[in-house]
């Protein structure tokens, strides 16, 4: 069973950066650089959002018009772990940030609190 733990969030300034990571574990057969991942966020009162996603081999990533420029998304196949740079972060970032594997169907994290504030 694919298991996947995400850190690295908290409170920060607007203007601040954050790294988010997501470490994957629970491989069988399948190994960590199958996987397209992805990191969604769910602000209070919102429906969930992509924010960036990375192809397995990480020769594609894809951005929310919202984050583009601000945020990067990468992965270590080496470490199973999938990364979130937030740079330039406002108050609407704030949000459970999530991550996802997906090969065929999709597992997902419970996430970790970004909160942007002064």
């Known amino acids: 069973q694919v298991q996947l733990v995400e850190s690295g969030g908290g409170l920060v300034q607007p203007g601040g950066s954050l790294r988010l990571s997501c470490a994957a574990s629970?491989?069988?057969?399948?190994?960590?650089?199958?996987?397209?991942m992805s990191w969604y966020r769910q602000a209070p009162g919102k429906e969930r959002e992509l924010v960036a996603s990375?192809?397995?081999?990480?020769?594609?990533?894809n951005y929310a018009d919202s984050v583009k420029g601000r945020f990067t998304i990468s992965r270590d196949n080496a470490k199973n772990t999938v990364y979130l740079q937030m740079n330039s972060l406002k108050p609407e970032d704030t949000a459970v940030y999530l991550c996802?594997?997906?090969?065929?169907?999709?597992?997902w994290g419970k996430g970790t609190l970004v909160t942007v504030s002064s």
């Open positions: 629970g491989f069988t057969l399948l190994t960590f650089s199958l996987f397209d």
């Open positions: 996802k594997a997906a090969l065929g169907m999709d597992y």
């Open positions: 990375i192809t397995r081999a990480g020769g594609s990533t």
